[in-house]
Every structure is written in structure tokens, then in C-alpha cells.
């Protein structure tokens, strides 16, 4: 079995516009359009059981009619193999009832992108929604370190994961890009070991520029196979979760790298699907 547990899917009026202008944001190359199909074809092709779709709420006015888009598309998704979580926007303030609505309609979880919702992860606005997610049970997954689009800020850092866990600890914590996207060595140094996990989207092998941008990305070095591994295992193996960020990776590519890395069959197998399976509670029946 393999699990993806890091992917974006958009409405598919609307997915192909979007994915072009976040590939010019970028300035890294898509592999799908990005719609909810053309995921499950990727799927398919490169063998993945299951995907996890993760929505960005960009604004706190789109949260309530995009959650309710996925919840009424929850069962044709799961269908595909696809488990939707829902989004949440720091800045909005009914966001204890629209956790609990989730949770209510069987979403197992939540996605927070601080960069892309211009608030430090510590920030009191993200630590009540962590706090009550917590107490509902639902996962948060959080982009970590520098976005590849945004270089101004550091909008979730080492310093301030580490000032959540503090304040919150959040039982279903995870991280994607490793911990922090091109902050290797403060995650290595600082957050290995912490009771989160870490999900490898978009962190190892080579990022692929986008053919139409003028310029090359702004950071191209992302782990490599050695620093990969060396962190995984200190991290604790088994709360490492096999990720790509497709569209932005391709799921067969994807699964080549990982298969590639020096871990034993045992590790791998926990990596790319029983660390996620006992996460998402699948062999209870969940999908």
C-alpha cells in the first residue's frame, strides 16, 4: 500500500488557472492540472492506494463554502481514493464550529498554510485553532519552513514550532516538507524527536523549474538522499509519512526517489504507508 499524504486538488473549472498562476508564483512545474481526475489518473499510474487532498484557505470568507464543497464531495472522492481534509483561515472567528462541523461530517482533519494566510504559526489566532483541534481529534497539517513563493518571512520557523509544542501540545501535529522546507539544519539540530510528524512533500530529489518562467526557483537544493535518511531516523522512522505535493511533484517520480533512499524494507513500508494507515485510522475503516 501506498499513501500520499500531501496533495492539492482545486475545482476543476478552475484548477488548470489556478495551478498556472501558482507555477508563475513559484516558478516550479506542475505535473497535473489539478484537478480531483487528474490526481486520481496520477494515482493510478504510479500506484498510490490513497491521497490525502489538502485545502489552503487563503481568506477567512471562502472557509465555510469550500468546506461544505468537500464534505458534499466526500464519498465521489473516496471513491477515487482521494480523503479530503478540511481548511481553516486564522482569521476566522467561528472556527470552533466549523471544526466541530468537520469532525461531525467525518473529515479527519485540517489544513493550515501560514504563509499563504500571512500569519506566524505562533500567532494566538493559530494556537486556539491547534487547541481546538486538539480536543476534537483532528489532524493538522501545517506547511513548515520557507515557501518556495513567499522569501520574505519565515512564517513557520523552527523557533516557533517549537513555541507551539510548548504552549499546545498538539497530538496529530504534522509538518510538512520535513519539518521546515530549506531550514534543514535547525530541524535536524532543533525539532528531530519532537512528538509530531513529518511529511517528505516537495524535500527530496530536485525541484523542476517551470519551462515558462524567465527566472530559475528561488531555492532548488532540497535534501539529498543521505541527509534524507540521516534525519528520518533521528526523527523516529515511524512518524515520517510519505508525501509529494502533487501537483508540484510527480507521484511516480516520487515514489522512484523514496525507493531509492538507503532505509531498510521495513522503514520504507512505514514511511509510505503504516505510519499514515495508523494515522488516518484506515484499517478501522475510516476510507
Not at 485553532?129 to 486538539?134: M, R, T
Not at 489532524?139 to 516557533?160: E, F, L, R
Not at 512528538?195 to 527530496?204: E, G, Y
Request: glycine content about 6%; some cysteine.
Amino acid at each position: 500500500m501506498i499513501i500520499d499524504f500531501h496533495t492539492h486538488t482545486f475545482p476543476p473549472k478552475i484548477s488548470a488557472d489556478v495551478v498556472e498562476k501558482l507555477a508563475a508564483v513559484s516558478r516550479t512545474s506542475p505535473f497535473t492540472d489539478g484537478s480531483a481526475d487528474a490526481l486520481a489518473a496520477s494515482m493510478k499510474k504510479a500506484g498510490v492506494d490513497y491521497s490525502v487532498n489538502l485545502p489552503v484557505m487563503t481568506y477567512a470568507g471562502q472557509v465555510e463554502k469550500v468546506n461544505t464543497s468537500l464534505i458534499s464531495q466526500k464519498e465521489s472522492l473516496q471513491a477515487q481514493g482521494i480523503i479530503t481534509f478540511g481548511g481553516i483561515h486564522p482569521d476566522y472567528e467561528n472556527f470552533r464550529k466549523e471544526l466541530k462541523r468537520l469532525k461531525d461530517a467525518g473529515i479527519p482533519g485540517i489544513k493550515l498554510h501560514p504563509a499563504y494566510q500571512g500569519v506566524d504559526f505562533d500567532d494566538p489566532r493559530i494556537l486556539r485553532i491547534l487547541d481546538c483541534a486538539n480536543e476534537l481529534d483532528l489532524i493538522v497539517v501545517t506547511h513548515a519552513g520557507i515557501d518556495i513563493g513567499i522569501y520574505d518571512h519565515d512564517y513557520c520557523s523552527v523557533t516557533q514550532i517549537l513555541h507551539v509544542l510548548k504552549e499546545i501540545h498538539p497530538e496529530k501535529l504534522v509538518l510538512a516538507h520535513m519539518g521546515g522546507w530549506a531550514c534543514w539544519d535547525a530541524v535536524e539540530r532543533d525539532l528531530a524527536g519532537a512528538p509530531v510528524w513529518l511529511d517528505t512533500a516537495f524535500s527530496i530529489g530536485s525541484v523542476t523549474p517551470w519551462p515558462k518562467a524567465n527566472r530559475p526557483p528561488y531555492r532548488s537544493m532540497n535534501l539529498t538522499d543521505e541527509a534524507f535518511t540521516r534525519l528520518a531516523r533521528k526523527h523516529g522512522v515511524d512518524h515520517v509519512l510519505f508525501a509529494t505535493d502533487s501537483p508540484w511533484e510527480d507521484q511516480t517520480d516520487y515514489i522512484g526517489r523514496m525507493e531509492r533512499m538507503p532505509l531498510t524494507d521495513e522503514e520504507k513500508r512505514a514511511v509510505f504507508a503504516g505510519n499514515a494507515a495508523a494515522l488516518l485510522g484506515i484499517m478501522q475503516g475510516l476510507c
